[in-house]
């Protein structure tokens, strides 16, 4: 039986009552077909159904204290899904008007959800970086909250004091050897790796990538950093949270995209509802556990459920 624990619970100015409460996430240990174990967070059982639930929600706390926001007041952001859908429920509790700008790659299946929830939907023309410049532009001109998952701050401290400090809470004995996740605004992977380091974890952070790109399509939230015109993802040096983070124990770990997705077919035959990205996360901290040994405690991230997925190519085969 899993026991979910209250994160922390707030009083926001919103008709006096309670409106948040994001319960703990489970960490568990996973092995398929015999091979080794992996310590995996259960991200997507959010209340949105991802990870980015972590950070829209403290982005939004911190600008409400900070007095840039009100009920009534209206956020921005760019992404092409799964930020979009955990800003636009966290909106709807607290209040707030949602704008998504999301590319044209994005599945219909996101557009959907984010409406669900009360959110306005912008489909934009062109690469990432111009989805995120009409973001600011508009977002300038009308005087509204702009989220900037890329760039914010509070997109790395909410994964260091939040979901770090339950995984050290949940792992046996307290430590992590290696923090493994693929890379959109590298938030995950650098508020993890950070908070096991300040804990005196001697960890080492592992970048997941996927090695082609025709199997996953544009799709930012879905992959991995792009290190190359043929790997999709963020854009080199838009992502300025990863690009600007130091640190000397980081390695890469490339995964061809199809091994992906049997893996992630592989996670739902156990139980799991996850999207592609945890199929990439899996396979790249198999081969992070191969490397250190036996004994290490490899820990990666399922960061989000498999259906805002249903038009995407996992799912060939299993379409009526």
Same mark, same amino acid.
Not at 34 to 41: A, E, L, P, Q, S
Not at 135 to 155: C, P, V
Not at 180 to 203: I, K, N, P, Q, W
Not at 295 to 306: E, G, S
């Given at each position: 039986?899993?026991?979910?624990?209250?994160?922390?619970?707030?009083?926001?100015?919103?008709?006096?009552?309670?409106?948040?409460?994001?319960?703990?996430?489970?960490?568990?240990?996973?092995?398929?077909?015999?091979?080794?174990?992996?310590?995996?967070?259960?991200?997507?059982?959010?209340?949105?159904?991802?990870?980015?639930?972590?950070?829209?929600?403290? $982005?939004?706390?911190?600008?409400?204290?900070?007095?840039?926001?009100?009920?009534?007041?209206?956020?921005?952001? *760019? @992404?092409?899904?799964?930020?979009?859908?955990?800003? *636009?429920?966290?909106?709807?509790?607290?209040?707030? +008007?949602?704008?998504?700008?999301?590319?044209?790659?994005?599945?219909?299946?996101?557009?959907? $959800?984010?409406?669900?929830?009360?959110?306005?939907?912008?489909?934009?023309?062109?690469?990432?970086?111009?989805?995120?410049?009409?973001?600011?532009?508009?977002?300038?001109?009308?005087?509204?909250?702009?989220?900037?998952?890329?760039? +914010? @701050?509070?997109?790395?401290?909410?994964?260091?004091?939040?979901?770090?400090?339950?995984?050290?809470?949940?792992?046996?004995?307290?430590?992590?050897?290696?923090?493994?996740?693929? %890379?959109?605004?590298?938030?995950?992977?650098?508020?993890?790796?950070?908070?096991?380091?300040?804990?005196?974890?001697?960890?080492?952070?592992?970048?997941? $990538?996927?090695?082609?790109?025709?199997?996953?399509?544009?799709?930012?939230?879905?992959?991995?950093?792009?290190?190359?015109?043929?790997?999709?993802?963020?854009?080199?040096?838009?992502?300025?949270?990863?690009?600007?983070?130091?640190?000397?124990?980081?390695?890469?770990?490339?995964?061809?995209?199809?091994?992906?997705?049997?893996?992630?077919?592989?996670?739902?035959?156990?139980?799991?509802? %996850?999207?592609?990205? @945890?199929?990439? +996360?899996?396979?790249?901290?198999?081969?992070?556990?191969?490397?250190?040994?036996?004994?290490?405690?490899? %820990?990666?991230?399922?960061?989000?459920?498999?259906?805002?997925?249903?038009?995407?190519? %996992?799912?060939?085969?299993?379409?009526?």
């Amino acid at each position: 039986m899993v026991v979910f624990m209250t994160q922390r619970q707030d009083r926001l100015p919103t008709g006096g009552r309670y409106i948040h409460q994001i319960p703990a996430t489970p960490l568990v240990p996973v092995s398929l077909d015999g091979g080794r174990t992996i310590w995996c967070k259960l991200e997507f059982m959010n209340p949105s159904g991802s990870t980015k639930d972590r950070i829209a929600r403290h $982005i939004l706390e911190k600008g409400w204290r900070a007095g840039k926001l009100r009920p009534g007041s209206t956020v921005v952001e *760019a @992404s092409s899904g799964s930020t979009s859908i955990a800003f *636009a429920l966290a909106c709807s509790q607290m209040g707030l +008007n949602f704008i998504a700008f999301i590319p044209d790659s994005a599945t219909s299946e996101r557009e959907c $959800i984010v409406k669900a929830y009360g959110g306005e939907v912008r489909r934009v023309s062109g690469t990432m970086l111009e989805v995120l410049q009409e973001a600011a532009r508009t977002a300038d001109e009308e005087g509204y909250f702009l989220g900037r998952q890329f760039a +914010n @701050s509070d997109n790395t401290e909410a994964h260091r004091l939040f979901t770090g400090s339950e995984i050290l809470s949940q792992i046996p004995g307290g430590c992590v050897d290696a923090i493994v996740s693929g %890379v959109g605004t590298g938030g995950t992977l650098r508020g993890l790796y950070e908070a096991f380091d300040a804990a005196g974890c001697h960890v080492t952070a592992h970048v997941a $990538i996927p090695r082609q790109g025709e199997l996953f399509g544009p799709n930012i939230e879905c992959c991995s950093l792009r290190f190359s015109a043929d790997v999709p993802g963020v854009a080199e040096d838009i992502s300025e949270i990863y690009s600007e983070w130091e640190c000397e124990n980081l390695c890469e770990w490339e995964v061809g995209d199809t091994a992906c997705l049997e893996l992630t077919r592989k996670l739902w035959a156990k139980g799991f509802p %996850v999207g592609p990205s @945890s199929g990439l +996360n899996f396979a790249a901290a198999l081969m992070v556990a191969a490397d250190l040994g036996e004994h290490a405690q490899v %820990v990666t991230v399922f960061p989000d459920r498999m259906e805002r997925y249903f038009s995407h190519k %996992v799912f060939d085969g299993f379409k009526a």
